[in-house]
């Protein structure tokens, strides 16, 4: 458990710096830090498995790593090749998501849709729309990426409320909050990106992101606990 805490420790202290350091600008400091908050999550994995590690967890870190890392250093030339990377861990999020609404299907013999389904079906998809329609891009690339991130967070917001409504426990806990967080962080992502002006943007961006990082986590090592014979 000691390896646990510093790997957590570790990765607290980077993302307070790395939220700091976007507050007062400062890019070296992010430079330093951003690159030390993923690995220090897979570390964390890495003990709490007991070195056992699922290939496709670890894919979906490797790819919210790289692409995060084109993002910090790469700068326009490879910002449409950065958002097609960061579409790859939310389509393996996906799959630990829609496997655990089949386990759910099977254990529930009523009705698992109600009205929180088609509450947040409204507000996503209104969201989504919005987003869309006063979005500047340059190339259809981007529009097409944008649009993929907004099925994929609404597919994840709609199974997400389903399997929580019908079981809430403590790894479904962590989906809503993991999920919650990559919608609140790309939302805030596109917001800056088209008004850069408003600081606070990034700085809720960088926040939501660093913190679904750790409900990512939380989510997956509660599932190991739980979910057995799942890829």
Avoid: H
């Avoid at 299907?105 to 507000?123: G, H, M, P, Y």
């Amino acid at each position: 458990m000691l390896k646990v805490e510093v790997s957590i420790l570790l990765y607290a202290i980077a993302a307070i710096l790395f939220v700091g350091a976007s507050i007062f600008d400062n890019y070296e400091l992010e430079l330093l830090v951003k690159p030390v908050i993923i690995p220090s999550i897979f570390f964390a994995y890495f003990t709490f498995s007991k070195e056992k590690v699922n290939t496709m967890f670890f894919l979906s870190l490797l790819f919210f790593f790289v692409g995060d890392m084109l993002f910090l250093i790469g700068g326009e030339e490879i910002y449409e090749l950065s958002l097609f990377v960061l579409l790859v861990p939310y389509i393996l999020v996906l799959c630990f998501i829609w496997k655990d609404f089949r386990i759910l299907v099977k254990e529930v013999d009523e009705n698992i849709i109600d009205f929180s389904f088609f509450l947040v079906l409204a507000v996503l998809t209104t969201l989504i729309l919005l987003v869309l329609d006063f979005l500047e891009v340059k190339t259809k690339m981007e529009f097409l990426a944008y649009l993929l991130f907004g099925i994929e967070l609404e597919i994840m917001g709609l199974l997400t409320t389903i399997i929580y409504y019908n079981s809430a426990n403590k790894k479904n806990f962590y989906l809503t909050l993991a999920v919650s967080t990559f919608i609140f962080s790309d939302l805030f992502f596109v917001l800056y990106k088209n008004f850069e002006e408003i600081k606070l943007f990034r700085i809720t961006n960088i926040a939501t992101q660093t913190l679904s990082y750790y409900f990512y986590l939380m989510y997956f090592v509660e599932r190991e606990k739980t979910v057995k014979n799942l890829v």
